[in-house]
């Protein structure tokens, strides 16, 4: 056994040596950096499932086309049975017809939402797009272990008391919610910003959350929006993204597809890839809609990207609580605050403007909703919002007949109120 284990382990480090030649060749590895080299290796290959075909994206990632039979949902192992769901058995009915979004004032853009690597090929029928992992970005993250994971104690903690615990982490929220029901799924169109990131550990994102239990040890999220992370991505696109969990952030859950989950079945939108356009200040604006939301029969909770894209589902069994339902919705912003130099970080949210400045300067949620006990949309009654220091990252919500339930949000982080 030893002496097998030991040839596998020299055939192994010999292929690590061919795939990183450079690193071997020119730096004496040990026994610890070899170890290292191994387990991004395991993991590259783990999550890089074979592809039918291979797009380069402008932005330089590798959008890859894999069997959607093939993706890493099915490596869980009680998936191993599954039937692909290929379209959800029931969808909630809206209160907006976006079929007429173009009358929106608003609406300067395009029809269709472009994800970049449209620019360079589309993925063929039977198949979902998914960005390729490379060495870098694994070795970008604290360890191979948590690459594609949140940190821990990355909720927001609104229903905490204690003030140390809030600022744990240096996580800055400015977000909407409402609780005190059961929730069957949420929806929202959510303006499209590249906020400034001042550190590459440090990110900026806009989203909403579904939540299940309680904020101790086994809260369940269904998390989807856009992020801005130099730490996951290695640059400062503004990428669209889905976060789960079933305990809180500690094993379970991921970004996209960067664990078994989540079941893409759309072959259009990749996880984790650049949206474009992205708004610009005083220009023109763009938004996204997301829609998650519960199907009341098979029980899996599915999510939808713009009027036409139906990504794929959360299985049910991944879940405890929101096996059954969600118990708090929230929508808006979050940031990390690293406090460099010992002052708060200068890293924007929303837009990198406070909502007093109002359309096409701040950033926006509109067309709030949740889906209800009896699986249709509407308008919250009610909704509170809340942000750890509003002179640093500040929310404003209101209600009127165009956009119903909606916000201004956001910041930009240290000025002479917020130091
Ligand atoms: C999958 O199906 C096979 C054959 O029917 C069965 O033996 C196995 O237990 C099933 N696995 C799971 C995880 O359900
Ligand atoms: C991202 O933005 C920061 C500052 O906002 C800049 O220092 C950094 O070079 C940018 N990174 C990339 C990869 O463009």
Redesign the pocket.
């Known amino acids: 056994m030893r002496a097998h284990a030991s040839v596998v382990f020299e055939v192994v480090v010999l292929l690590i040596c061919f795939e990183v030649w450079l690193a071997c060749a020119t730096s004496p590895a040990n026994a610890g950096d070899l170890n290292k080299q191994l387990a991004v290796w395991k993991h590259l290959r783990r999550l890089n499932k074979p592809a039918v075909k291979s797009i380069q994206s402008p932005d330089g990632d590798i959008i890859d086309c894999v069997n959607i039979a093939q993706q890493p949902a099915f490596d869980h ?2 998936l ?2 599954h039937t692909i769901q290929l379209r959800p058995g029931f969808h909630p009915e809206g209160l907006y017809d976006e079929s007429k979004r173009a009358s929106d004032a608003s609406n300067n853009r395009p029809n269709t939402i472009v994800q970049l690597w449209h620019q360079n090929g589309r993925c063929p029928e039977g198949t979902i797009p998914i960005r390729r992992t490379r060495r870098d970005d694994v070795l970008r993250a604290s360890s191979v272990k948590r690459y594609g994971k949140k940190k821990q104690m990355s909720f927001p903690r609104l229903l905490f008391a204690d003030p140390d615990f809030i600022n744990e982490g240096g996580h800055q929220h400015a977000i909407a919610y409402v609780n005190g029901e059961k929730f069957y799924g949420a929806k929202a169109i959510i303006n499209v910003w590249e906020p400034n990131i001042q550190l590459p550990n440090e990110f900026s994102l806009s989203q909403l959350w579904i939540l299940g239990g309680s904020f101790g040890q086994d809260l369940n999220s269904i998390e989807a929006g856009w992020l801005v992370s130099p730490e996951l991505y290695g640059d400062n696109n503004t990428r669209l993204f889905t976060y789960w969990t079933s305990d809180s952030y500690q094993a379970t859950g991921c970004y996209n597809l960067l664990c078994s989950g989540f079941i893409q079945i759309s072959s259009e939108i990749a996880m984790g890839a650049s949206i474009f356009p992205v708004s610009q200040y005083d220009g023109s604006q763009y938004d996204i809609s997301i829609l998650v939301w519960k199907d009341p029969k098979e029980g899996n909770w599915w999510m939808q990207f713009g009027s036409d894209y139906v990504m794929g589902y959360w299985p049910s069994f991944l879940f405890s609580y929101l096996a059954d339902s969600a118990s708090t919705v929230e929508w808006g912003g979050e940031v990390i605050n690293s406090e460099p130099d010992g002052q708060h970080t200068a890293t924007h949210m929303g837009s990198g403007h406070f909502p007093e400045e109002g359309f096409g300067k701040a950033s926006y949620f509109k067309k709030l909703q949740i889906v209800d006990e009896s699986n249709n949309l509407k308008s919250p009654k009610w909704i509170s919002t809340f942000t750890e220091q509003s002179n640093c990252y500040d929310i404003q919500s209101n209600n009127n007949g165009d956009w119903g339930s909606y916000f201004y949000f956001g910041g930009p982080g240290r000025n002479p109120n917020c130091q």
């Open positions: 192992p009680f191993k049975n």
